[in-house]
């Protein structure tokens, strides 16, 4: 039977977790004296199964650009005489992207607020995207009592956090295990384009009961980014690595090959984590395997006294790390039980490789 405790269960978003941010320039970092290389890349993951990946478990900071101006939410306007308005509301809602206005492209806050200051009061024509289709709306945006003009919204044009890398191939790459959503709404973040940087974890805030932990890092968004993000699915992110990062961090001889769903079974097996700055497999114990579901494929059970001592057991930001059974890679850490830090569950990386 399924025991799925959706109200005791954490997904371990990466937006969730701490991060400090010490600078917000975004792809500006240079690898050495060189700009990034991708050009012997190949996005390959359409079928890894008799292939050999190298497992990761580093945390990364995750930096996402949203495709379009992401509508958080709708709210009041105070106007000048003192009616309580709201332009946007019944027109446009959590999940929506904005692109155009008055067919004018616009990819972030700072452009679409300039079109709606310049409008003086007039009509606007609004394209957005709601559930994959392409919709025009029009609002008269209203002036408010500060002197601006407002739609009446609450949007965001970013997002970042912490994350875990699942597993490297080439120098392509999957993270998370889920996907990048937004934390005031919940929704999956569509992506323009995002970057993958160093962090440096500074600090670990321990698992307890009822009180999740989370990994606390730095990330200098002017020095650090060392991959792109291609791809933000259901299932977790995809992208590419700077190939010299790849080559100074990872060793082939730390390849192994996927297991599929059916080859998990209940009982021992690891978390491969760098947590440390080193790889280490922590022991877990497969406690359950749900083949009929999304994302909750391996429940466990964190049984290795050391990384209880660090962590608690499982903390947000270690969404990602890679669950290792009889020396292959049987999946990607997803979750933490609210009342027992300890137990987490995992998706297959056959689910992830779907996407």
Known sequence: ME???????????????????????????????????????????EDLSNKKVIPSGEPMGIYMKTDGVMVVDT????????????PSQNALKSGDYITKVNDKVVENKSELLECIEESEGEELKITY?????????????????????????????????????????GNSFMALGHSVSDNDTGLMIRCATGGMYTTDIT???????????????SIV????????????????????????YVSKHYDEKDAMYIAKGEEVDTGKAYIYSRLTGEPVQ???????????????????????????????????GMSGSPIIQNGKIIGAVTHVFVDDPTKGYGVFIEEMLKE
Not at 13 to 28: E, G, H, P
Not at 134 to 152: F, H, M, Q
Not at 203 to 217: D, E, F, V, W
Request: charged share 20%; with cysteine; hydrophobic share 40%.
């Open 129 to 169: 995207v709601r559930e994959e289709k392409e919709n025009i709306v029009n609002i008269t945006p209203e002036c408010s009592n500060e002197g601006r003009y407002k739609l009446g919204l609450w949007v965001k044009d970013d997002i970042a956090g912490i994350g875990t890398v699942t597993f490297i191939y």
């Open 75 to 86: 709210g009041d306007i105070v106007t000048d005489e003192g009616h309580v308005v709201c």
């Open 3 to 45: 025991r799925y405790r959706k109200s005791l269960v954490i997904l371990l978003l990466v937006d969730i977790a701490f991060i400090i941010f010490l600078f917000a320039f975004y792809l500006s970092y240079k690898e050495g004296d060189g700009r990034l290389q991708y050009e012997n890349a190949k996005f390959v993951f």
């Open 203 to 217: 600090n670990i805030n321990k698992s307890y009961t009822a009180m999740p932990g989370q990994l606390q890092g």
């Open 221 to 244: 968004y002017t020095r650090d980014l060392i991959g792109i993000i291609n791809q933000n699915t259901e299932n977790g992110i995809m992208g590419y690595l700077d190939e010299a």
């Open 282 to 316: 922590y022991a877990i114990n497969i406690d359950e395997v749900n083949y009929g579901t999304h994302n909750k494929n391996i429940e466990f059970t964190v049984t290795d006294q050391r990384l209880i001592d660090m962590t608690g057991g499982v903390v947000q």
